[in-house]
């Protein structure tokens, strides 16, 4: 199978900009989770879909949002984006029943 | 105090050596407990998952784990150089199920 694709991987954006990340997951499987990884906060949990419904919210600010479409792939939306929003968003994929969690290879966001 | 705690090293262990990675979380009512493996500028990539108190073994990785010590650790027996990563402790806090929870990880380096 293939694994979780995500696009762009590189994206660099300036102060103010919103900007819109992609995430495939795996075949057959329906929750899409995402995370933000920086050197100070590690990885931190964003939201997590299922069946086009968020069922997961983590402690971010609304400018982060989401959703999912009815083929389970997912879009992750950041609006008046900070430099601090500079950072490694992952996406992970899961069957939906179970926890295991595989991750896409990222999207490396540059603000400046 | 960090709901998942990890020892952030550096860890050096020559080659052939035996590996020990720990990690103590502070949520008694946690469930499912993962093992990734990160290697610089790449995405997390899911080693182990254990469930239940007791040792799960994959090849040269054991997985232990004992919930009312509150403990997981990870064993990379015959470790090699391609071992050398960060190894990154998850946990599902009770009520947040498909929501990981991650350390700070360990960074590990086998020496030739």
């Known amino acids: 199978k293939a694994g979780v694709t995500q696009t762009p991987r590189y994206l660099i954006k300036t102060r103010g900009q919103q900007v819109t990340l992609s995430c495939s997951p795996i075949s057959g499987h329906r929750s899409v989770s995402w995370y933000q990884q920086t050197p100070g906060q590690g990885l931190q949990f964003l939201f997590e879909?299922?069946?086009?419904?968020?069922?997961n919210k983590g402690n971010f600010p609304g400018r982060f949002s989401g959703r999912q479409f009815s083929n389970s792939r997912s879009e992750m939306n950041v609006s008046t984006l900070e430099l601090g929003d500079s950072a490694l968003y992952l996406c992970a994929s899961s069957p939906g029943t179970e926890e295991t969690q595989y991750f896409g290879p990222g999207t490396r966001l540059l603000v400046l | 105090q960090k709901e998942v705690e990890q020892n952030s090293g550096p860890l050096s262990v020559p080659e052939g050596a035996i590996a020990s990675l720990n990690c103590t979380y502070s949520?008694?009512?946690?469930?499912?407990f993962f093992w990734y493996r990160q290697y610089s500028g790449k995405s997390p990539e899911l080693i182990m998952f254990i469930y239940s108190n007791g040792d799960k073994e994959d090849g040269r990785f054991t997985a232990q784990l004992n919930k009312a010590s509150q403990y997981v650790s990870l064993l990379i027996r015959d470790s090699q150089p391609s071992d050398s990563a960060t190894y990154l402790c998850?946990?599902?806090?009770?009520?947040?199920?498909?929501?990981?929870?991650f350390g700070s990880g360990t960074q590990l380096t086998v020496l030739p």
């Open positions: 998850a946990v599902t806090l009770s009520g947040s199920a498909r929501q990981l929870t």
């Open positions: 949520d008694r009512g946690s469930q499912s």
């Open positions: 879909y299922f069946s086009e419904t968020q069922r």
